[in-house]
């Protein structure tokens, strides 16, 4: 099993940054694939960026050039670093983590408790 605490976000002007955390507990050498959702207001959870073991990054569309994901595997951690962020990133954040085995089956894998990232002026 996998825990995901996360930690960060808060209320930012547009344009300010904001950066997430989630920090892994448990048999994290499972894990393949890392990433970062987020749940808009009336809106369907989307992916934002993920992460591989081997190093591959995918981003949305809507995030490129202004989000970063990246991992600190000496603490477990992975991150999320926001810059010039716009009212519509306003959303509850949730990192994930998935095993071979979540991916080839279809399950969901592991995911933090959610963080609340508003942006607004």
């Known amino acids: 099993q996998v825990q995901l605490v996360q930690s960060g976000g808060g209320l930012v002007q547009p344009g300010g940054s904001l950066r997430l955390s989630c920090a892994a507990s448990?048999?994290?050498?499972?894990?393949?694939?890392w990433g970062w959702y987020r749940q808009g207001p009336g809106k369907e959870r989307e992916l934002v960026a993920t992460?591989?073991?081997?190093?591959?990054?995918n981003y949305a569309d809507s995030v490129k050039g202004r989000f970063t994901i990246s991992r600190d595997n000496a603490k477990n951690t992975m991150y999320l670093q926001m810059n010039n962020l716009k009212p519509e990133d306003t959303a509850v954040y949730y990192c994930?983590?998935?095993?071979?085995?979540?991916?080839?089956?279809?399950?969901?894998?592991?995911w933090g408790q959610g963080t609340q990232v508003t942006v607004s002026s």
């Open positions: 994930r983590a998935r095993r071979v085995i979540d991916i080839m089956s279809g399950r969901q894998g592991f």
């Open positions: 448990g048999i994290i050498s499972s894990i393949n694939t």
């Open positions: 992460v591989t073991s081997g190093g591959s990054i």
